[in-house]
């Protein structure tokens, strides 16, 4: 209980203040006219109380000449001094009924505020009121901080990773193990969907024709069994005696093809009695000639399909790799077909030996020719043939997607790629750790 105002210096409307009356008892009534300091004296208490030197600071008299200082004389206490801006003890708990209470406790204006309730909790629910009220002022404190922090690190997320607006579900999603594949696919569905143009004019890649080695090989063993074999030593013979070994057969033949009148169509002469005229003739039959026209055929098809030297087999290779490596960036093609420079050069070496094949028919159309290393030829297409097979499987994956680039929107497939990536980068630095960070901040405030 206060007991007496020993002193007041510089404070409010008092340049001194010295207490003369008796102490206060119980019940003290202190009176005076507007403007006297008895709200003076009520702010000095309550900064005692309150421990708040700013009380009296703001109370400071105009034109004091020292600093304020108050001396009061309390029943339990004892003596409690405020001097050099601040109090030497507490005096203890005190209620000081007067406007700043108003203030703080009661409506006050227009609105009720929080801390307007809050500071009229210890009048309302006594001291065990106070711990709790104490207790919950603290724990919505930590709240709020926790809030701040978790606020704080999802801008952080938010910043990282735009596509993001539901931190909660983002965090608590799971990354797939197969997140690198998963993002690779939408990348390539997002290139597609921005390249539908350039995809819709882009031939897709085609494969080349696989010679039928074992329709090589049968023409080349094939033969006329209808002409005689007289005829045929006749004729070998004639050939080898004029030295026409590389074109004699289609020269002989194209000559009686054009011969009138049994006469010769180089020299004009009379052939009507020459023997060796008339067995050309028979030999030179129509099975004959359509015999020669499938082995010219073969030839030509095979020459203009691979080369003489199977340099298209390699102009084929280079295309379709730079076609595949297109098509890679929009498509998931899976594995790309690859032909190695020795597997290429085992196509080309089997090609030539099919080109040696066929040229030596063409040359000798009745004679059996046979190939010596037909296994190796056959071992060389086969490894062409491994990646004409892949091929074919990317020309299937190509072929649907330019049949389905109308499904594909820019918007709708950057928010897929987007939203994998942000995955993605979930894992890793500094993400990761602020992913971690959430984590715990939001199972505190939970």
């Given at each position: 209980m206060l007991l007496k105002v020993e002193t007041v210096e510089e404070i409010g409307r008092f340049k001194t203040l010295k207490h003369q009356a008796p102490h206060?008892?119980?019940?003290?009534?202190?009176?005076?006219?507007?403007?006297l300091g008895k709200s003076t004296l009520c702010s000095i208490i309550r900064s005692a109380a309150e421990q708040d030197a700013r009380?009296?600071?703001?109370?400071?008299?105009?034109?004091?000449?020292?600093?304020?200082s108050a001396h009061l004389q309390w029943h339990t206490h004892g003596a409690?001094?405020?001097?050099v801006g601040k109090w030497n003890s507490c005096p203890g708990p005190v209620h000081v009924f007067d406007a700043e209470f108003v203030r703080r406790n009661l409506h006050v204006g227009e609105s009720v505020t929080r801390d307007n309730k809050r500071s009229l909790?210890?009048?309302?629910?006594?001291?065990?009121?106070?711990?709790?009220?104490?207790?919950?002022?603290?724990?919505?404190?930590e709240q709020r901080e926790l809030a701040t922090k978790i606020s704080a690190v999802e801008k952080t997320i938010k910043r990282s990773c735009p596509v993001v607006s539901d931190i909660k579900a983002f965090v608590q999603k799971s990354v797939p193990d197969d997140i690198n594949r998963i993002i690779d696919r939408a990348r390539k569905s997002l290139e597609l969907a921005r390249n539908s143009v350039a995809v819709k004019l882009k031939q897709a890649p085609s494969?080349?024709?696989?010679?039928?080695?074992?329709?090589i090989c049968a023409l080349s063993a094939e033969t006329i069994e209808t002409l005689s074999a007289r005829a045929e030593a006749v004729l070998q013979d004639h050939i080898a005696t004029h030295a026409m070994e590389l074109q004699g057969t289609r020269w002989l033949k194209f000559g009686l093809e054009h011969m009138q009148e049994?006469?010769?169509?180089?020299?004009?002469?009379?052939?009507?009695?020459?023997?060796?005229?008339?067995?050309?003739?028979?030999?030179?039959?129509?099975?004959?000639?359509a015999f020669l026209k499938r082995i010219d055929l073969a030839y030509d098809l095979f020459a203009e399909t691979y080369g003489s030297k199977g340099?298209?087999?390699?102009?084929?290779i280079a295309k379709t790799s730079s076609d595949l490596t297109f098509w890679s960036n929009v498509c998931d093609l899976g594995e790309i077909p690859e032909l190695s420079a020795q597997d290429l050069h085992a196509v080309q070496h089997s090609v030539q030996a099919l080109e040696v094949q066929l040229a030596a028919k063409k040359a000798n159309p009745l004679s059996v020719i046979t190939i010596d290393n037909l296994t190796e030829v056959v071992h060389g297409f086969e490894k062409f043939n491994v990646f004409?097979?892949?091929?074919?499987?990317?020309?299937?994956?190509?072929?649907?997607?330019?049949?389905?680039?109308?499904?594909?929107?820019?918007?709708?497939t950057q928010e897929v790629y987007d939203k994998n990536d942000a995955l993605r980068l979930k894992t890793l630095p500094p993400l990761v750790t602020e992913v971690a960070d959430w984590t715990g901040l939001y199972q505190q405030a939970g």
């Amino acid at each position: 209980m206060l007991l007496k105002v020993e002193t007041v210096e510089e404070i409010g409307r008092f340049k001194t203040l010295k207490h003369q009356a008796p102490h206060f008892g119980s019940l003290t009534a202190v009176f005076a006219r507007n403007g006297l300091g008895k709200s003076t004296l009520c702010s000095i208490i309550r900064s005692a109380a309150e421990q708040d030197a700013r009380l009296i600071a703001a109370r400071k008299r105009l034109g004091a000449t020292k600093e304020p200082s108050a001396h009061l004389q309390w029943h339990t206490h004892g003596a409690v001094t405020y001097s050099v801006g601040k109090w030497n003890s507490c005096p203890g708990p005190v209620h000081v009924f007067d406007a700043e209470f108003v203030r703080r406790n009661l409506h006050v204006g227009e609105s009720v505020t929080r801390d307007n309730k809050r500071s009229l909790i210890p009048i309302v629910l006594g001291e065990e009121g106070v711990k709790l009220a104490d207790k919950i002022s603290q724990l919505d404190s930590e709240q709020r901080e926790l809030a701040t922090k978790i606020s704080a690190v999802e801008k952080t997320i938010k910043r990282s990773c735009p596509v993001v607006s539901d931190i909660k579900a983002f965090v608590q999603k799971s990354v797939p193990d197969d997140i690198n594949r998963i993002i690779d696919r939408a990348r390539k569905s997002l290139e597609l969907a921005r390249n539908s143009v350039a995809v819709k004019l882009k031939q897709a890649p085609s494969p080349l024709p696989t010679p039928d080695i074992d329709g090589i090989c049968a023409l080349s063993a094939e033969t006329i069994e209808t002409l005689s074999a007289r005829a045929e030593a006749v004729l070998q013979d004639h050939i080898a005696t004029h030295a026409m070994e590389l074109q004699g057969t289609r020269w002989l033949k194209f000559g009686l093809e054009h011969m009138q009148e049994d006469k010769c169509p180089f020299c004009t002469q009379d052939t009507s009695k020459v023997d060796i005229v008339s067995l050309f003739r028979g030999y030179f039959s129509e099975e004959y000639s359509a015999f020669l026209k499938r082995i010219d055929l073969a030839y030509d098809l095979f020459a203009e399909t691979y080369g003489s030297k199977g340099e298209k087999v390699a102009d084929f290779i280079a295309k379709t790799s730079s076609d595949l490596t297109f098509w890679s960036n929009v498509c998931d093609l899976g594995e790309i077909p690859e032909l190695s420079a020795q597997d290429l050069h085992a196509v080309q070496h089997s090609v030539q030996a099919l080109e040696v094949q066929l040229a030596a028919k063409k040359a000798n159309p009745l004679s059996v020719i046979t190939i010596d290393n037909l296994t190796e030829v056959v071992h060389g297409f086969e490894k062409f043939n491994v990646f004409q097979s892949q091929l074919l499987s990317c020309i299937e994956i190509i072929s649907a997607a330019r049949s389905n680039i109308a499904d594909f929107d820019v918007k709708r497939t950057q928010e897929v790629y987007d939203k994998n990536d942000a995955l993605r980068l979930k894992t890793l630095p500094p993400l990761v750790t602020e992913v971690a960070d959430w984590t715990g901040l939001y199972q505190q405030a939970g």
